[in-house]
């Protein structure tokens, strides 16, 4: 279900000064439990390992998911406009507040794994995974209803100098507030000092989520200019500014398995199965739900009952986190630009232009026990696991841009684009993780998206067969044809080799070779690596 609203007030105070403020309220939720009584949810996800001599990979039986996502963003922002000569000011601000339900519901439905056909059929599982309560063992979602707000205030000045050259300038402020829950059960990741960052861990109940930037000052500046000796032919644009962006609330929200709220826990029967083929004290509970279509109805697993220490880490056994830093800095874009437009003959524009930008703090996830094992940092032996996100990453994009435009004349449009361009950067995106955790500048090269070279053709005619307001015209015309046809150098890729686990064990299993082997011209045989 999606849902959007909008007040939007203007007041005229008089010929120079206006005043818009306008309220919005959106949102869009679904919950496949509800909407799907008839789905067994109250049967557990069964996965099979083989069937014969076939390998079922992620085959599973019974219903997928289910999710219960609930998410809605009010927002409210006051402009005030005033006209002063030659210049035009305005100044407002600007409040977003973020509600997002985190609900993993699936997580109240334990999985079990089967070697095979047999195994399932004689109700004999060799693994049982799920999220419980630490108190009960009942298997749960650890509901979070968070929130965070965004604020701004800015301002900005259009300047017509002249005629012929116009001045834009103007300085926002932007905040984005902590994350945090309503419940006030954020189970917040804490590293020690030093080299005890591990050792001298403890997860922290409640509060925020972390600190945030309040230095967001955005400067922005633009210029238009036309050279008189042009005859208004040829036009100057350019302009640099600072923008900023919150991170993800999605990558935020990952902590929600964190103990000692919830324990992410894990059972297995030990091979040889022969010694103990019951699989009996290994913590496997291998039932169904009371009802067969209720997720809410598994019985609590006595073995997931965990005990944790002054530190909020289990006393026995281990788990994995997902932890943030304590402060985490705000995304930053640094964009610049210039741009060159001159009118030819027959109604058509050329334009040569150039668009670059820097991005700072970018999100990188790594997993920073293998961090701690190449700087060595003694592992803390509960904490097997780290999924580890901070703003560390940089990168940047620079292009030239030439267009030929051809305004609509003559019932026909036409443009031709070229783009030359380069994008570098150290994490293409936010759940990418580079085999080097210990160095996030060893990832540095082109983007992912990066496209060196890209040609587009765009055409648009719209015939008219019949002269004048014919009746004939309004019945067979109106006829539109258009294309676009678009060729490019393609995308960068990474070669990779596989390993048995580097910095320890079960964390990262491929690297990227050391060099490229003169002569290798357009070859990507592994010989040239």
Same mark, same amino acid.
């Given at each position: 279900?999606?849902?959007?609203?909008?007040?939007?007030?203007?007041?005229?105070?008089?010929?120079?000064?206006?005043? &818009?403020?306008?309220?919005?309220?959106?949102?869009?939720?679904?919950?496949?439990?509800?909407?799907?009584?008839?789905?067994?949810?109250?049967?557990?996800?069964?996965?099979?390992?083989?069937?014969g001599? !076939?390998?079922?990979?992620?085959a599973?039986?019974?219903?997928?998911?289910?999710?219960?996502?609930?998410?809605?963003?009010?927002?409210?922002?006051?402009?005030l406009?005033?006209?002063?000569?030659?210049?035009?000011?305005?100044m407002?601000?600007?409040?977003?507040?973020?509600?997002?339900?985190?609900?993993?519901i699936?997580?109240?439905?334990?999985?079990?794994?089967?070697?095979?056909?047999?195994?399932?059929?004689?109700?004999?599982?060799?693994?049982?995974?799920?999220?419980?309560?630490?108190?009960?063992?009942?298997?749960?979602?650890?509901?979070?209803?968070?929130?965070?707000?965004?604020?701004?205030?800015?301002? &900005?000045?259009?300047y017509?100098?002249?005629?012929?050259?116009?001045?834009? +300038?103007?300085?926002?402020?932007?905040?984005?507030?902590?994350?945090?829950s309503?419940?006030?059960?954020?189970d917040?990741?804490?590293?020690? !000092?030093?080299?005890?960052?591990l050792?001298?861990?403890?997860?922290?109940?409640?509060?925020?989520?972390?600190?945030?930037d309040?230095?967001?000052?955005?400067?922005?500046?633009?210029?238009?200019?036309?050279?008189?000796?042009?005859?208004?032919?040829?036009?100057?644009?350019?302009?640099?500014?600072?923008?900023?962006?919150q991170?993800?609330?999605?990558?935020?929200?990952?902590?929600?398995?964190?103990?000692?709220?919830?324990v992410? *826990?894990?059972?297995?029967?030990?091979y040889?199965?022969?010694?103990?083929?019951?699989?009996?004290?290994?913590?496997i509970?291998?039932?169904?739900?009371?009802s067969?279509n209720?997720?809410?109805?598994?019985?609590?697993?006595?073995?997931?009952?965990?005990?944790?220490?002054?530190?909020?880490?289990?006393?026995?056994?281990?788990?994995?986190?997902?932890?943030?830093?304590?402060?985490?800095?705000?995304?930053?874009?640094?964009?610049?630009?210039?741009?060159?437009?001159?009118?030819?003959?027959?109604?058509?524009v050329?334009?040569?232009?150039y668009?670059?930008?820097?991005?700072?703090?970018?999100?990188? &996830?790594?997993?920073?026990? +293998?961090?701690?094992?190449?700087?060595?940092?003694? &592992?803390?032996?509960?904490?097997?696991?780290?999924?580890?996100?901070?703003?560390?990453?940089?990168?940047?994009?620079?292009?030239?841009? +030439?267009?030929?435009?051809?305004?609509?004349?003559?019932?026909?449009? *036409?443009?031709?684009?070229?783009?030359?361009?380069?994008?570098?950067?150290?994490?293409?995106?936010?759940?990418?993780?580079? /085999?080097?955790?210990?160095?996030?500048?060893? +990832?540095?090269?082109?983007?992912?998206?990066n496209?060196?070279?890209?040609?587009?053709?765009?055409?648009?005619?719209?015939?008219?067969?019949?002269?004048?307001?014919?009746?004939?015209?309004?019945?067979?015309?109106?006829?539109?044809?258009?294309?676009?046809?678009?060729?490019?150098?393609?995308?960068?890729?990474? /070669?990779?080799?596989?390993?048995n686990?580097?910095?320890?064990?079960?964390t990262?299993?491929?690297?990227?070779?050391?060099?490229?082997?003169?002569?290798?011209?357009?070859?990507?045989?592994?010989?040239?690596?």
């Open positions: 279900v999606n849902d959007a609203t909008a007040l939007i007030w203007n007041h005229t105070f008089s010929a120079t000064l206006l005043n &818009q403020a306008r309220a919005n309220a959106a949102g869009w939720r679904w919950n496949e439990v509800t909407s799907n009584p008839q789905e067994p949810f109250g049967l557990p996800q069964d996965n099979i390992d083989n069937i001599s !076939a390998n079922m990979g992620n599973y039986f019974g219903a997928p998911g289910p999710s219960n996502l609930d998410q809605w963003t009010y927002s409210y922002n006051d402009v406009t005033k006209v002063i000569g030659k210049q035009n000011i305005k407002g601000g600007d409040w977003t507040r973020l509600y997002y339900l985190n609900n993993p699936y997580a109240s439905r334990p999985a079990f794994n089967f070697h095979n056909l047999w195994d399932f059929a004689n109700d004999a599982p060799f693994h049982e995974s799920g999220t419980f309560d630490h108190s009960s063992g009942l298997p749960f979602a650890n509901r979070e209803d968070n929130r965070t707000s965004i604020w701004g205030f800015f301002v &900005q000045d259009d017509k100098i002249k005629p012929n050259l116009t001045i834009n +300038a103007g300085l926002r402020w932007s905040y984005f507030a902590p994350y945090f309503r419940e006030n059960n954020l917040v990741v804490q590293f020690g !000092a030093g080299s005890a960052a050792t001298g861990m403890n997860i922290r109940v409640g509060g925020n989520l972390a600190t945030a309040k230095n967001n000052w955005g400067p922005q500046i633009g210029f238009s200019w036309q050279p008189l000796s042009s005859q208004g032919k040829a036009v100057l644009r350019g302009g640099f500014g600072i923008n900023y962006n991170n993800e609330i999605a990558i935020l929200a990952n902590g929600f398995g964190n103990p000692p709220n919830a992410n *826990a894990s059972f297995n029967c030990g040889p199965y022969t010694t103990n083929p019951s699989c009996a004290g290994n913590g509970l291998y039932q169904t739900a009371t067969p209720s997720i809410f109805g598994y019985p609590p697993n006595p073995a997931a009952i965990t005990t944790f220490s002054s530190a909020n880490l289990p006393l026995t056994g281990t788990t994995g986190v997902t932890a943030f830093p304590a402060h985490m800095r705000t995304i930053t874009n640094y964009h610049y630009s210039l741009e060159a437009d001159y009118q030819l003959p027959f109604s058509t050329a334009s040569l232009g668009d670059g930008s820097e991005l700072r703090h970018l999100l990188v &996830q790594n997993i920073w026990n +293998a961090v701690a094992a190449q700087a060595g940092i003694a &592992q803390n032996p509960v904490v097997n696991f780290i999924d580890y996100y901070e703003n560390a990453g940089n990168g940047n994009d620079n292009a030239m841009v +030439a267009t030929l435009n051809h305004n609509f004349d003559h019932h026909f449009q *036409a443009e031709a684009m070229y783009t030359w361009g380069k994008a570098m950067d150290e994490n293409s995106g936010p759940y990418s993780e580079d /085999p080097y955790p210990y160095d996030i500048h060893a +990832a540095y090269g082109r983007s992912d998206y496209v060196a070279n890209a040609f587009k053709l765009f055409g648009l005619w719209q015939p008219v067969f019949f002269s004048g307001h014919s009746a004939a015209e309004k019945i067979a015309g109106g006829w539109t044809l258009s294309g676009i046809w678009n060729v490019d150098s393609g995308f960068p890729w990474n /070669p990779t080799y596989g390993t686990g580097v910095y320890m064990q079960g990262y299993y491929s690297l990227r070779p050391a060099s490229l082997m003169k002569g290798y011209g357009t070859s990507t045989a592994n010989k040239n690596f």
